[in-house]
């Protein structure tokens, strides 16, 4: 992409985060003149909209946002501008207090002691919005007002609520004050703001088809999964269809792993807090993740059993192919060491991020760890993108994108010498510019141990998903004192790359949608059903179910008393790729009638012709029927 082009996109985006935020406030002026004791807590907005955390005298439904509506446009139409100033911290505690905005108490009360600094659209693309001239908290606060409202403000604003575009509130929810689950629960009110008409339009449509697709609605409908209080919340239970979706998805990967020289491994879902704590991942991830557990002695415990050890469930398998690797001394002659595992780990995420499959608390990665010498580092970094690339090219996943993460220079939070973050940098850059791979680099994305290139999915909403992350990794050879014994005979410490996929949960979700439930027929839980006309050819129904699961195909008979048009109805909201009507004149000639699920009548086939034609579709993978 040009620069120019990219500076273009980054002013489109800079002055519509602008808008957003504004009419983040704008919806606040509007709730206070409708909800006399409103408590607001705090605005965001995101790549779509905006929104704000409000605690209410009611509760806020979607029948209320015409009115919440009007009062917005009224105040968008009044070009009412916003007002900013700096008040002292006493000023604006007195002012809050006064009004019983104990939310935005604690936010002053909580500022930090350092220099404020404008938003980056302030600061880039000042033109576009009206920035603050910075300031020092806690004794200067920056707050802002707009038809009497007064607000603490940071973000970047317009001139005047005229400039604000075309809006729809969408939607509302809980939030919890500050992420904290501890903390009351407040209402979140969601909404859009574009710079036209026609956007404001063509996003409802695609906000619409969304919903739509969603994995959740979708998932209970097609029978794939669920979740259970009694289980436990963002723990999936996978019905049968569902886990013929999964193994059929694994297999794939599995089989494809094999043939470019992977071996898999099996490791425990637990292991001593020690490894967690040796490998970075417990001070990564210990707000995430599940209390340890410790192993007490029991009584008639043997004298040299370990007494008191803790264990952890992991929040990442990293730790223990390493392990493996470490069990025995390797030779040169053994590198590249592929090891692959369909790994479950557990994160104990908060209730309000729980989304589906997309985020939940258990969850399986598709994961590979490679052990290799520096020198087959750039090598062994190609192969595994074009293995990526590869199944997503099978998957059908064709909009992505290329982001190398590395370093934020201001944080603490990653490990290892300059050196060796700069050595692995060079071999992604090395590598993405030999296979012409365009990418953006972008500070903070990297993993606390090395640098990595993220594989982005954008969806049918244009949301992005990480669906590939590929890490060169330095550090954690070190860490765990791993080595091989070179051509040399010394010893030499190898390099890791590390490869997942995301986890199995959320590609599946994003293939639900992306796929609105209509799996290509080598995914397909089902991929055919057959349809006896009447009681009468049940029994030749039965057996043509036995020559298909026979030959592979995964199948079921339809034995309802309903009649055949329902029968087909239901098989094609299903989503199944094929329904078998058998009568009479099948039974005699050993065929089948075939139809498609968008209705399409293919005739009669023999059943071996009908086998035929599915087995050369899920060979080849083939996107249609």
Excluded at 36 to 55: H, I, L, R, T, W
Excluded at 411 to 419: A, F, M
Excluded at 604 to 625: A, D, S, T, Y
């Amino acid at each position: 992409m040009l620069l120019d082009e990219r500076r273009q996109g980054d002013v489109e985006q800079a002055r519509l985060r602008c808008m957003r935020y504004s009419a983040a406030h704008v919806l606040a002026a509007a709730l206070t003149e409708l909800y006399p004791g409103a408590k607001f807590a705090s605005a965001g907005v995101d790549e779509f909209g905006f929104y704000y955390d409000v605690e209410l005298p009611e509760a806020l439904s979607p029948e209320d946002f015409p009115k919440i509506e009007r009062v917005m446009a009224e105040i968008m139409q009044g070009k009412y501008p916003f007002e900013r100033s700096h008040w002292s911290r006493q000023q604006a505690l007195l002012y809050f207090r006064e009004r019983g905005q104990n939310h935005k108490v604690e936010m002053i009360e909580e500022m930090p002691e350092a220099e404020v600094q404008p938003y980056a659209e302030q600061q880039h693309f000042p033109q576009l919005c009206h920035a603050h001239d910075g300031g020092k908290w806690p004794d200067e606060v920056p707050v802002c007002s707009i038809r009497g409202f007064v607000d603490v403000c940071m973000g970047p604003l317009l001139e005047q609520a005229g400039e604000i575009g075309p809006f729809k509130l969408l939607r509302v929810g809980g939030a919890y004050w500050r992420g904290d689950e501890q903390r009351p629960m407040l209402q979140r009110v969601y909404g859009t703001v574009w710079d036209s008409q026609e956007e404001l339009e063509q996003y409802l449509s695609r906000l619409e088809d969304a919903q739509k697709r969603d994995h959740r609605k979708l998932g209970r409908e097609l029978g794939l999964f669920m979740f259970s209080s009694e289980v436990g919340a963002g723990l999936p239970l996978w019905l049968p269809k569902g886990a013929m979706l999964r193994e059929a998805l694994e297999g794939f990967l599995h089989d494809e792993q094999l043939r470019r020289g992977y071996v898999p491994v099996m490791t425990p879902q637990i292991g001593l807090l020690d490894l967690y704590r040796r490998s970075g991942h417990w001070y990564k991830y210990r707000e995430e993740m599940y209390p340890p557990m410790e192993v007490k002695p029991r009584e008639d415990s043997e004298p040299d059993e370990p007494q008191g050890e803790v264990y952890a469930l992991r929040p990442m398998n990293c730790p223990h192919p390493i392990a493996i690797y470490k069990s025995e001394m390797r030779s040169y002659r053994e590198l590249p060491l592929r090891l692959a595992e369909f790994g479950m780990v557990y994160r104990y995420e908060k209730a309000g991020q729980i989304h589906g499959l997309l985020r939940s608390r258990g969850f399986t990665i598709d994961d590979s760890h490679i052990f290799a010498m520096p020198e087959q580092l750039d090598d062994e970094f190609i192969q595994v993108v074009d293995f990526v690339r590869y199944v997503f090219q099978a998957l059908g996943i064709h909009q992505y994108r290329g982001r190398v993460g590395v370093r934020d220079p201001l944080s603490s939070k990653y490990i290892g010498s300059d050196e060796v973050w700069a050595k692995a940098e060079a071999a992604i850059a090395r590598a993405l510019e030999k296979l012409n791979f365009p990418y953006t680099k972008e500070e903070g994305e990297a993993g606390f141990y090395g640098p990595k290139l993220d594989l982005l999915f954008s969806d049918a909403l244009g949301r992005e998903w990480q669906l590939g992350t590929i890490q060169v990794d330095y550090n954690l050879p070190e860490r765990f004192d791993l080595w091989y014994i070179g051509e040399d005979g010394e010893r030499h410490r190898p390099v890791m790359i590390h490869r997942a996929p995301g986890s199995v949960e959320r590609l599946i979700a994003i293939l639900i949608e992306h796929y609105a439930g209509a799996f290509p027929v080598w995914l397909a839980p089902v991929q055919a059903v057959v349809i006896p006309i009447a009681d009468r050819h049940i029994e030749y129904a039965n057996k043509v179910l036995s020559k298909l699961v026979a030959a592979g195909v995964r199948a079921e008979v339809d034995k309802r008393g309903e009649r055949m048009n329902a029968k087909l109805r239901d098989a094609q909201l299903q989503k199944i790729p094929y329904m078998l009507v058998v009568g009479d004149k099948e039974g005699v000639d050993e065929a089948v009638s075939v139809r498609l699920r968008g209705n399409e009548n293919l005739g009669v086939m023999l059943i071996e012709q009908f086998v035929e034609r599915v087995q050369n579709v899920v060979k080849e993978r083939r996107m249609g029927l």
